[in-house]
């Protein structure tokens, strides 16, 4: 009689469908119990329980280190056998906190034993930056591992899941867990040794596509709930890298629910087809013929282009003669839409970089590069055509999955970022998780110096660069944030220009990034960071910068979103340290010419050569399109996660492995 590995049951367990996302009126009554359920005191509620926490402080002090590690073991039975109870919670949070002490040198705050605790039960906590949520991860991590089903600790890169699993091994080890991380390159054995252990630091990208790739392992019995019995092969369990999906805690919730939710992740495979190779080429010459407003028009918010009447003419004429796609009107049209969008939207230093003379995309969010990533319907080809560099062949898609349907397959799904607030309203409707907001450890006395709009990108920089050079006379450290790999260029050239000597931190440097971002906090040192490149990592003052008045942030450009705005602004006054922040934007900036175009052009010809005044102008200005970008990522969103849903329930009905 064949035995059914026990891991193969749980990966297969959580091969099952989440519950599928409220529409209609399940939304509407859905959204309702989200905003009866914001009226719980969460955060009092927490605190009291950390509070209770540190009441127990002199208890364990005076514990030997095998008495505690004693306790520790009792414990863990305790969660184990799943018996646990709040009080037995609020012991073990105490016996962890003494144990972090004594190993890390570090001994958690309340507001961070509340986080840990709140992270446990299952919710979002948002913590401000430099509250020290890596310490925190640890407390719910330990008493979910000692369920021994496995906790995966994700985070937004692979430094930081390295750096964190061999920062605390030893406070795991001690609490009698094993803890591992997963990194770019691991081989299979490797990657199944990892996720054997009982915590587990991953990235997004990596646990995902791990999970795709024992989705396409199991064949048949990877539709979930479409799997027959008959259709499981046992031997294959020992080709499985995960063995479920038990217990999250992610990172930068915000970064990795939300903002890299947009798009879904792909595993693709496909062969190289000359003859489109040779379309992809006829159709960047073909369309330098065709005119904007004319032949076609192009739509901003939602990267895409139409075709005119006078556009499919001059279409019909050009590829007559042509072979290949060009045979096919739909294919014509589809192929030269996409070379049309990559013209208006697509550019290097922002959207991608040319690397090793490959298309590399850069996640627009967090400067960072996605070397296994590409564009689909032929956009990534057209790109490599117009670069010159070897054309990739067009994949089939193999196995595809969003990361809000991803995640809502944990059993226990929580998370922390210090900007969740502004986007609690998706993360209850998608993840059914609830928020608490934690208070400051210390009381923040950061400055804003509100926002500054320019009519044009030459002003814009102009008075950056005037800020940057006055506050470094005064030896305060500057941190500079850009929304492109271009604009961090284009400023560090600036800046090389006067002498004034800087570090430059964007997506073709991001192995360093940790280095640079940690000696931000120098005073003189002057920073350019693409976005939010460098999450993750404390930027600690010196004396000499703390008496110099802390960390200035300064935001070069406006993002789509505004709490991405409050991440960065976050970065100073850390811990109550001094610091401050000032944002700038000109009106020909992407974000107002993309969803205020009108409003900003018309302000441009009264504000040729300054700012624009009064400043609660220049600031609805900046609201307005912000929340209409913030609206049509949402849509894109919400259309990803439906689609996702509606093609795992035909692959299942059809009985397709896709």
């Not at 450890?441 to 950056?464: M, S």
Request: proline letters at 4%; a positive charge; charged letters at 20%.
């Amino acid at each position: 009689m064949t035995t059914i590995p026990s891991d193969l049951w749980r990966m297969l367990g959580r091969l099952e469908a989440p519950p599928p996302i409220p529409r209609g009126l399940d939304a509407f009554w859905h959204k309702g119990a989200g905003m009866v359920r914001r009226m719980v005191p969460r955060r009092h509620i927490y605190m009291r329980k950390a509070t209770a926490v540190h009441q127990l402080r002199a208890a364990v002090q005076v514990l030997t280190e095998s008495q505690l590690q004693q306790r520790l073991t009792e414990t863990a039975e305790v969660f184990g056998r799943n018996r646990d109870t709040p009080a037995d919670r609020i012991h073990a949070a105490a016996l962890i906190r003494e144990a972090a002490l004594r190993l890390t040198g570090e001994e958690p705050y309340e507001v961070q034993v509340a986080g840990a605790l709140a992270l446990f039960d299952g919710s979002l906590v948002e913590m401000a930056t430099g509250e020290g949520k890596s310490l925190t991860a640890t407390l719910p991590a330990i008493m979910a591992g000692w369920r021994r089903r496995g906790c995966h600790i994700i985070t937004v890169n692979d430094y930081l899941a390295q750096r964190d699993a061999e920062q605390f091994a030893k406070l795991y080890h001690f609490c009698g867990l094993t803890a591992d991380y997963i990194g770019e390159g691991m081989d299979g054995p490797r990657r199944r040794q990892a996720y054997a252990a009982d915590v587990t630091y991953c990235t997004n990208k990596e646990v995902c596509f791990d999970f795709l790739r024992d989705k396409l392992v199991l064949g048949p019995a990877g539709r979930g709930s479409g799997a027959m019995l008959h259709d499981i092969d046992f031997t294959l369990a020992g080709r499985l890298v995960q063995r479920g999906l038990y217990f999250a805690i992610v990172d930068e919730a915000d970064s990795i629910l939300i903002d890299e939710a947009i798009t879904p992740l792909l595993i693709s495979g496909g062969q190289v087809n000359r003859d489109e190779m040779d379309c992809f080429r006829q159709a960047i010459a073909m369309a330098e013929d065709f005119q904007p407003g004319l032949d076609y028009t192009p739509h901003a918010t939602r990267k895409q282009v139409e075709l005119t009447r006078s556009g499919h003419t001059r279409l019909a004429n050009q590829r007559q003669g042509l072979h290949g796609l060009w045979h096919s009107q739909h294919r014509s049209e589809e192929l030269l839409t996409q070379v049309l969008v990559a013209r208006h939207f697509y550019h290097p230093g922002k959207q991608y970089v040319i690397q090793n003379s490959r298309v590399v995309i850069v996640d627009e969010f967090t400067g960072r590069l996605m070397p296994d990533r590409m564009w689909h319907d032929g956009l990534h080809q057209v790109i490599q055509a117009r670069e010159n560099v070897e054309i990739q062949a067009m994949r089939e898609t193999l196995a595809r999955i969003s990361y809000q349907r991803f995640f809502r397959l944990y059993m226990h799904l929580s998370g922390m970022s210090g900007t969740l607030a502004e986007v609690q309203g998706e993360l209850w409707h998608i993840y059914q998780r609830p928020l608490v907001v934690l208070p400051t450890h210390r009381p923040c006395i950061r400055g804003h110096q509100g926002l500054r709009v320019f009519a044009t990108e030459k002003n814009k920089y102009e008075a950056v660069i005037a800020i940057i050079a006055q506050l470094h006379q005064q030896k305060r450290p500057i941190l500079v944030g850009t929304r492109s790999v271009a604009a961090s260029e284009t400023l560090s050239a600036q800046l090389t220009k006067l002498g004034l000597p800087h570090h430059v931190l964007n997506a073709v440097q991001h192995a360093r990034e940790a280095h640079i971002v940690a000696a931000a906090g120098r005073s003189g040192q002057i920073t350019v960071a693409t976005n939010m490149a460098g999450r993750g990592t404390d930027i600690r003052l010196d004396a000499a910068a703390r008496n110099a008045g802390g960390l200035y942030v300064i935001a070069a450009d406006i993002n789509d979103a505004a709490r991405i705005d409050r991440q960065l602004a976050g970065r100073a006054g850390r811990q109550g340290d001094p610091g401050e922040s000032i944002h700038f934007c000109a009106l020909d900036d992407i974000l107002l010419q993309t969803h205020t175009p009108r409003i900003a052009k018309m302000l441009a010809k009264v504000f040729r050569n300054g700012h624009v005044q009064p400043r609660w102008l220049a600031a609805w200005l900046v609201s307005v399109a912000q929340h209409r970008a913030s609206r049509s990522s949402h849509r894109q969103r919400q259309t990803v996660a439906l689609t996702d849903h509606w093609l795992e329930e035909s692959l299942s009905f059809s009985g397709n492995t896709g």
